[in-house]
T-cell receptor, first 113, second 112 residues
């Protein structure tokens, strides 16, 4: 399977706990994006990387959120001190260039109790 | 402030007929437009895109039309098939800005 993969697919956690999600992009795609989708909404941009450099962060990405892409391949998104409002689907996408479509992974559904 | 608007939350179409999904945008800097399809519990799947230098792009049963003066695009699916039942997202991006802005989606039901 050469598509974007995400792990885990589902995560249930208690408020205040830290969680970390992983994304493996399509190989050779140097751009990697994180989005968040809540019920009834389209995906909302969080941040993106070109290779290992994080080039843009949304205002949605509070200080509790951090993303890394240390070797320009896979990426991790960590949420510290989770809140109930963090419950959402977290989507990862990758693309080859800015004029190519972004291809999405299956997402990680987070539920904060 | 929603920059990409899909004003129809849902649409029902008879199998074999044409499905037309509409999308409006407000940001005149948008120059690349995409349509994604999403099944429950899956990530969005890329369908078709169009750049602002074109007014039509076709791929099999899917055609996207862009009317820049009206800031409007539409996706036509002909003929509609049962497997087309899904949520369709319209999305746009601006030159030199890599993030995609999505609409809220339109749920398409293909009726037998």
């Amino acid at each position: 399977d050469t598509g974007v993969s995400q792990d885990p697919r589902h995560k249930i956690t208690k408020r205040g706990q830290n969680v970390t999600f992983r994304c493996d992009p399509i190989s050779e795609h140097n751009r990697l994006y994180w989005y968040r989708q809540t019920l009834g909404q389209g995906p909302e941009f969080l941040t993106y990387f070109q290779n290992e450099a994080q080039l843009e962060k949304s205002r949605l990405l509070s200080d509790r959120f951090s993303a890394e892409r240390p070797k320009g391949s896979f990426s991790t998104l960590e949420i510290q001190r989770t809140e109930q409002g963090d419950s959402a689907m977290y989507l990862c996408a990758s693309s080859l260039t800015d004029w190519e479509p972004q291809y999405f992974g299956p997402g990680t559904r987070l539920l904060v109790l | 402030d929603q920059q990409v608007k899909q004003n129809s939350p849902s649409l029902s179409v008879q199998e074999g007929r044409i499905s037309i999904l509409n999308c409006d945008y407000t940001n005149s800097m948008f120059d690349y437009f995409l349509w994604y399809k999403k099944y429950p519990a899956e990530g969005p799947t890329f369908l078709i895109s169009i750049s602002s230098i074109k007014d039509k792009n076709e791929d099999g049963r899917f055609t996207v039309f862009l009317n820049k003066s009206a800031k409007h695009l539409s996706l036509h699916i002909v003929p509609s098939q049962p497997g087309d039942s899904a949520v369709y997202f319209c999305a746009a991006s601006a030159n030199l800005d890599d993030k995609i802005i999505f609409g809220k989606g339109t749920r398409l039901h293909i009726l037998p």
